[in-house]
C-alpha cells in the first residue's frame, strides 16, 4: 500500500511569522541538505516562533519539493533523515506517484537513498 505521505509523528508545532520564496542577495547555506544558495538564486525562507525562541530557515527549492510532495509534517533540519528512516523502515509503501513531483536533484537525492536501502537489504 502507498502512503499518502512520510510522516514525522509531530506532536509539537511551531508558528510561522512569515514564509515566502525569495532571491538570494548574498550566499546562504540550505538547513536541510547544507548546499550553498548562490546570489541570485531563489529558496523559500521561513520566520518561526518554536518555544518562545525566533528562528529563520532557509531551504533550497529542492529541499522544499520534498516538504511539499513527500511529508506531511517534518521536523526543521531534519527532513532527510526522515525520508531516509521511511525508505528503510517502510521501503514497500514509498509513495513513488510523489517521488516523480520531486525537482531533478530532489528525486536523484531519494532515489539514491532508495537505491543504497535496497543494496543493504541484500
Known sequence: MEYACISAHIDDESEVLSCKTVKAKKNHSCCECGIQIEPGSQYWNEKIVFDG??????????????????????????????????????????????????????????????????????
Open 53 to 122: 525562541k525566533h528562528d529563520r530557515y532557509k531551504t533550497c527549492l529542492d529541499c522544499m519539493s520534498v516538504r511539499e510532495h513527500l511529508l506531511c509534517d517534518f521536523y526543521y533540519e531534519m527532513i532527510w533523515e526522515t525520508v531516509r528512516e521511511f525508505i528503510i523502515e517502510y521501503p514497500e509503501d514509498l509513495p513513488w506517484a510523489k517521488i516523480g513531483r520531486l525537482t531533478p536533484l530532489a528525486r536523484d537525492k531519494v532515489c539514491g537513498i532508495i537505491e543504497e536501502a535496497w543494496e543493504a537489504a541484500g
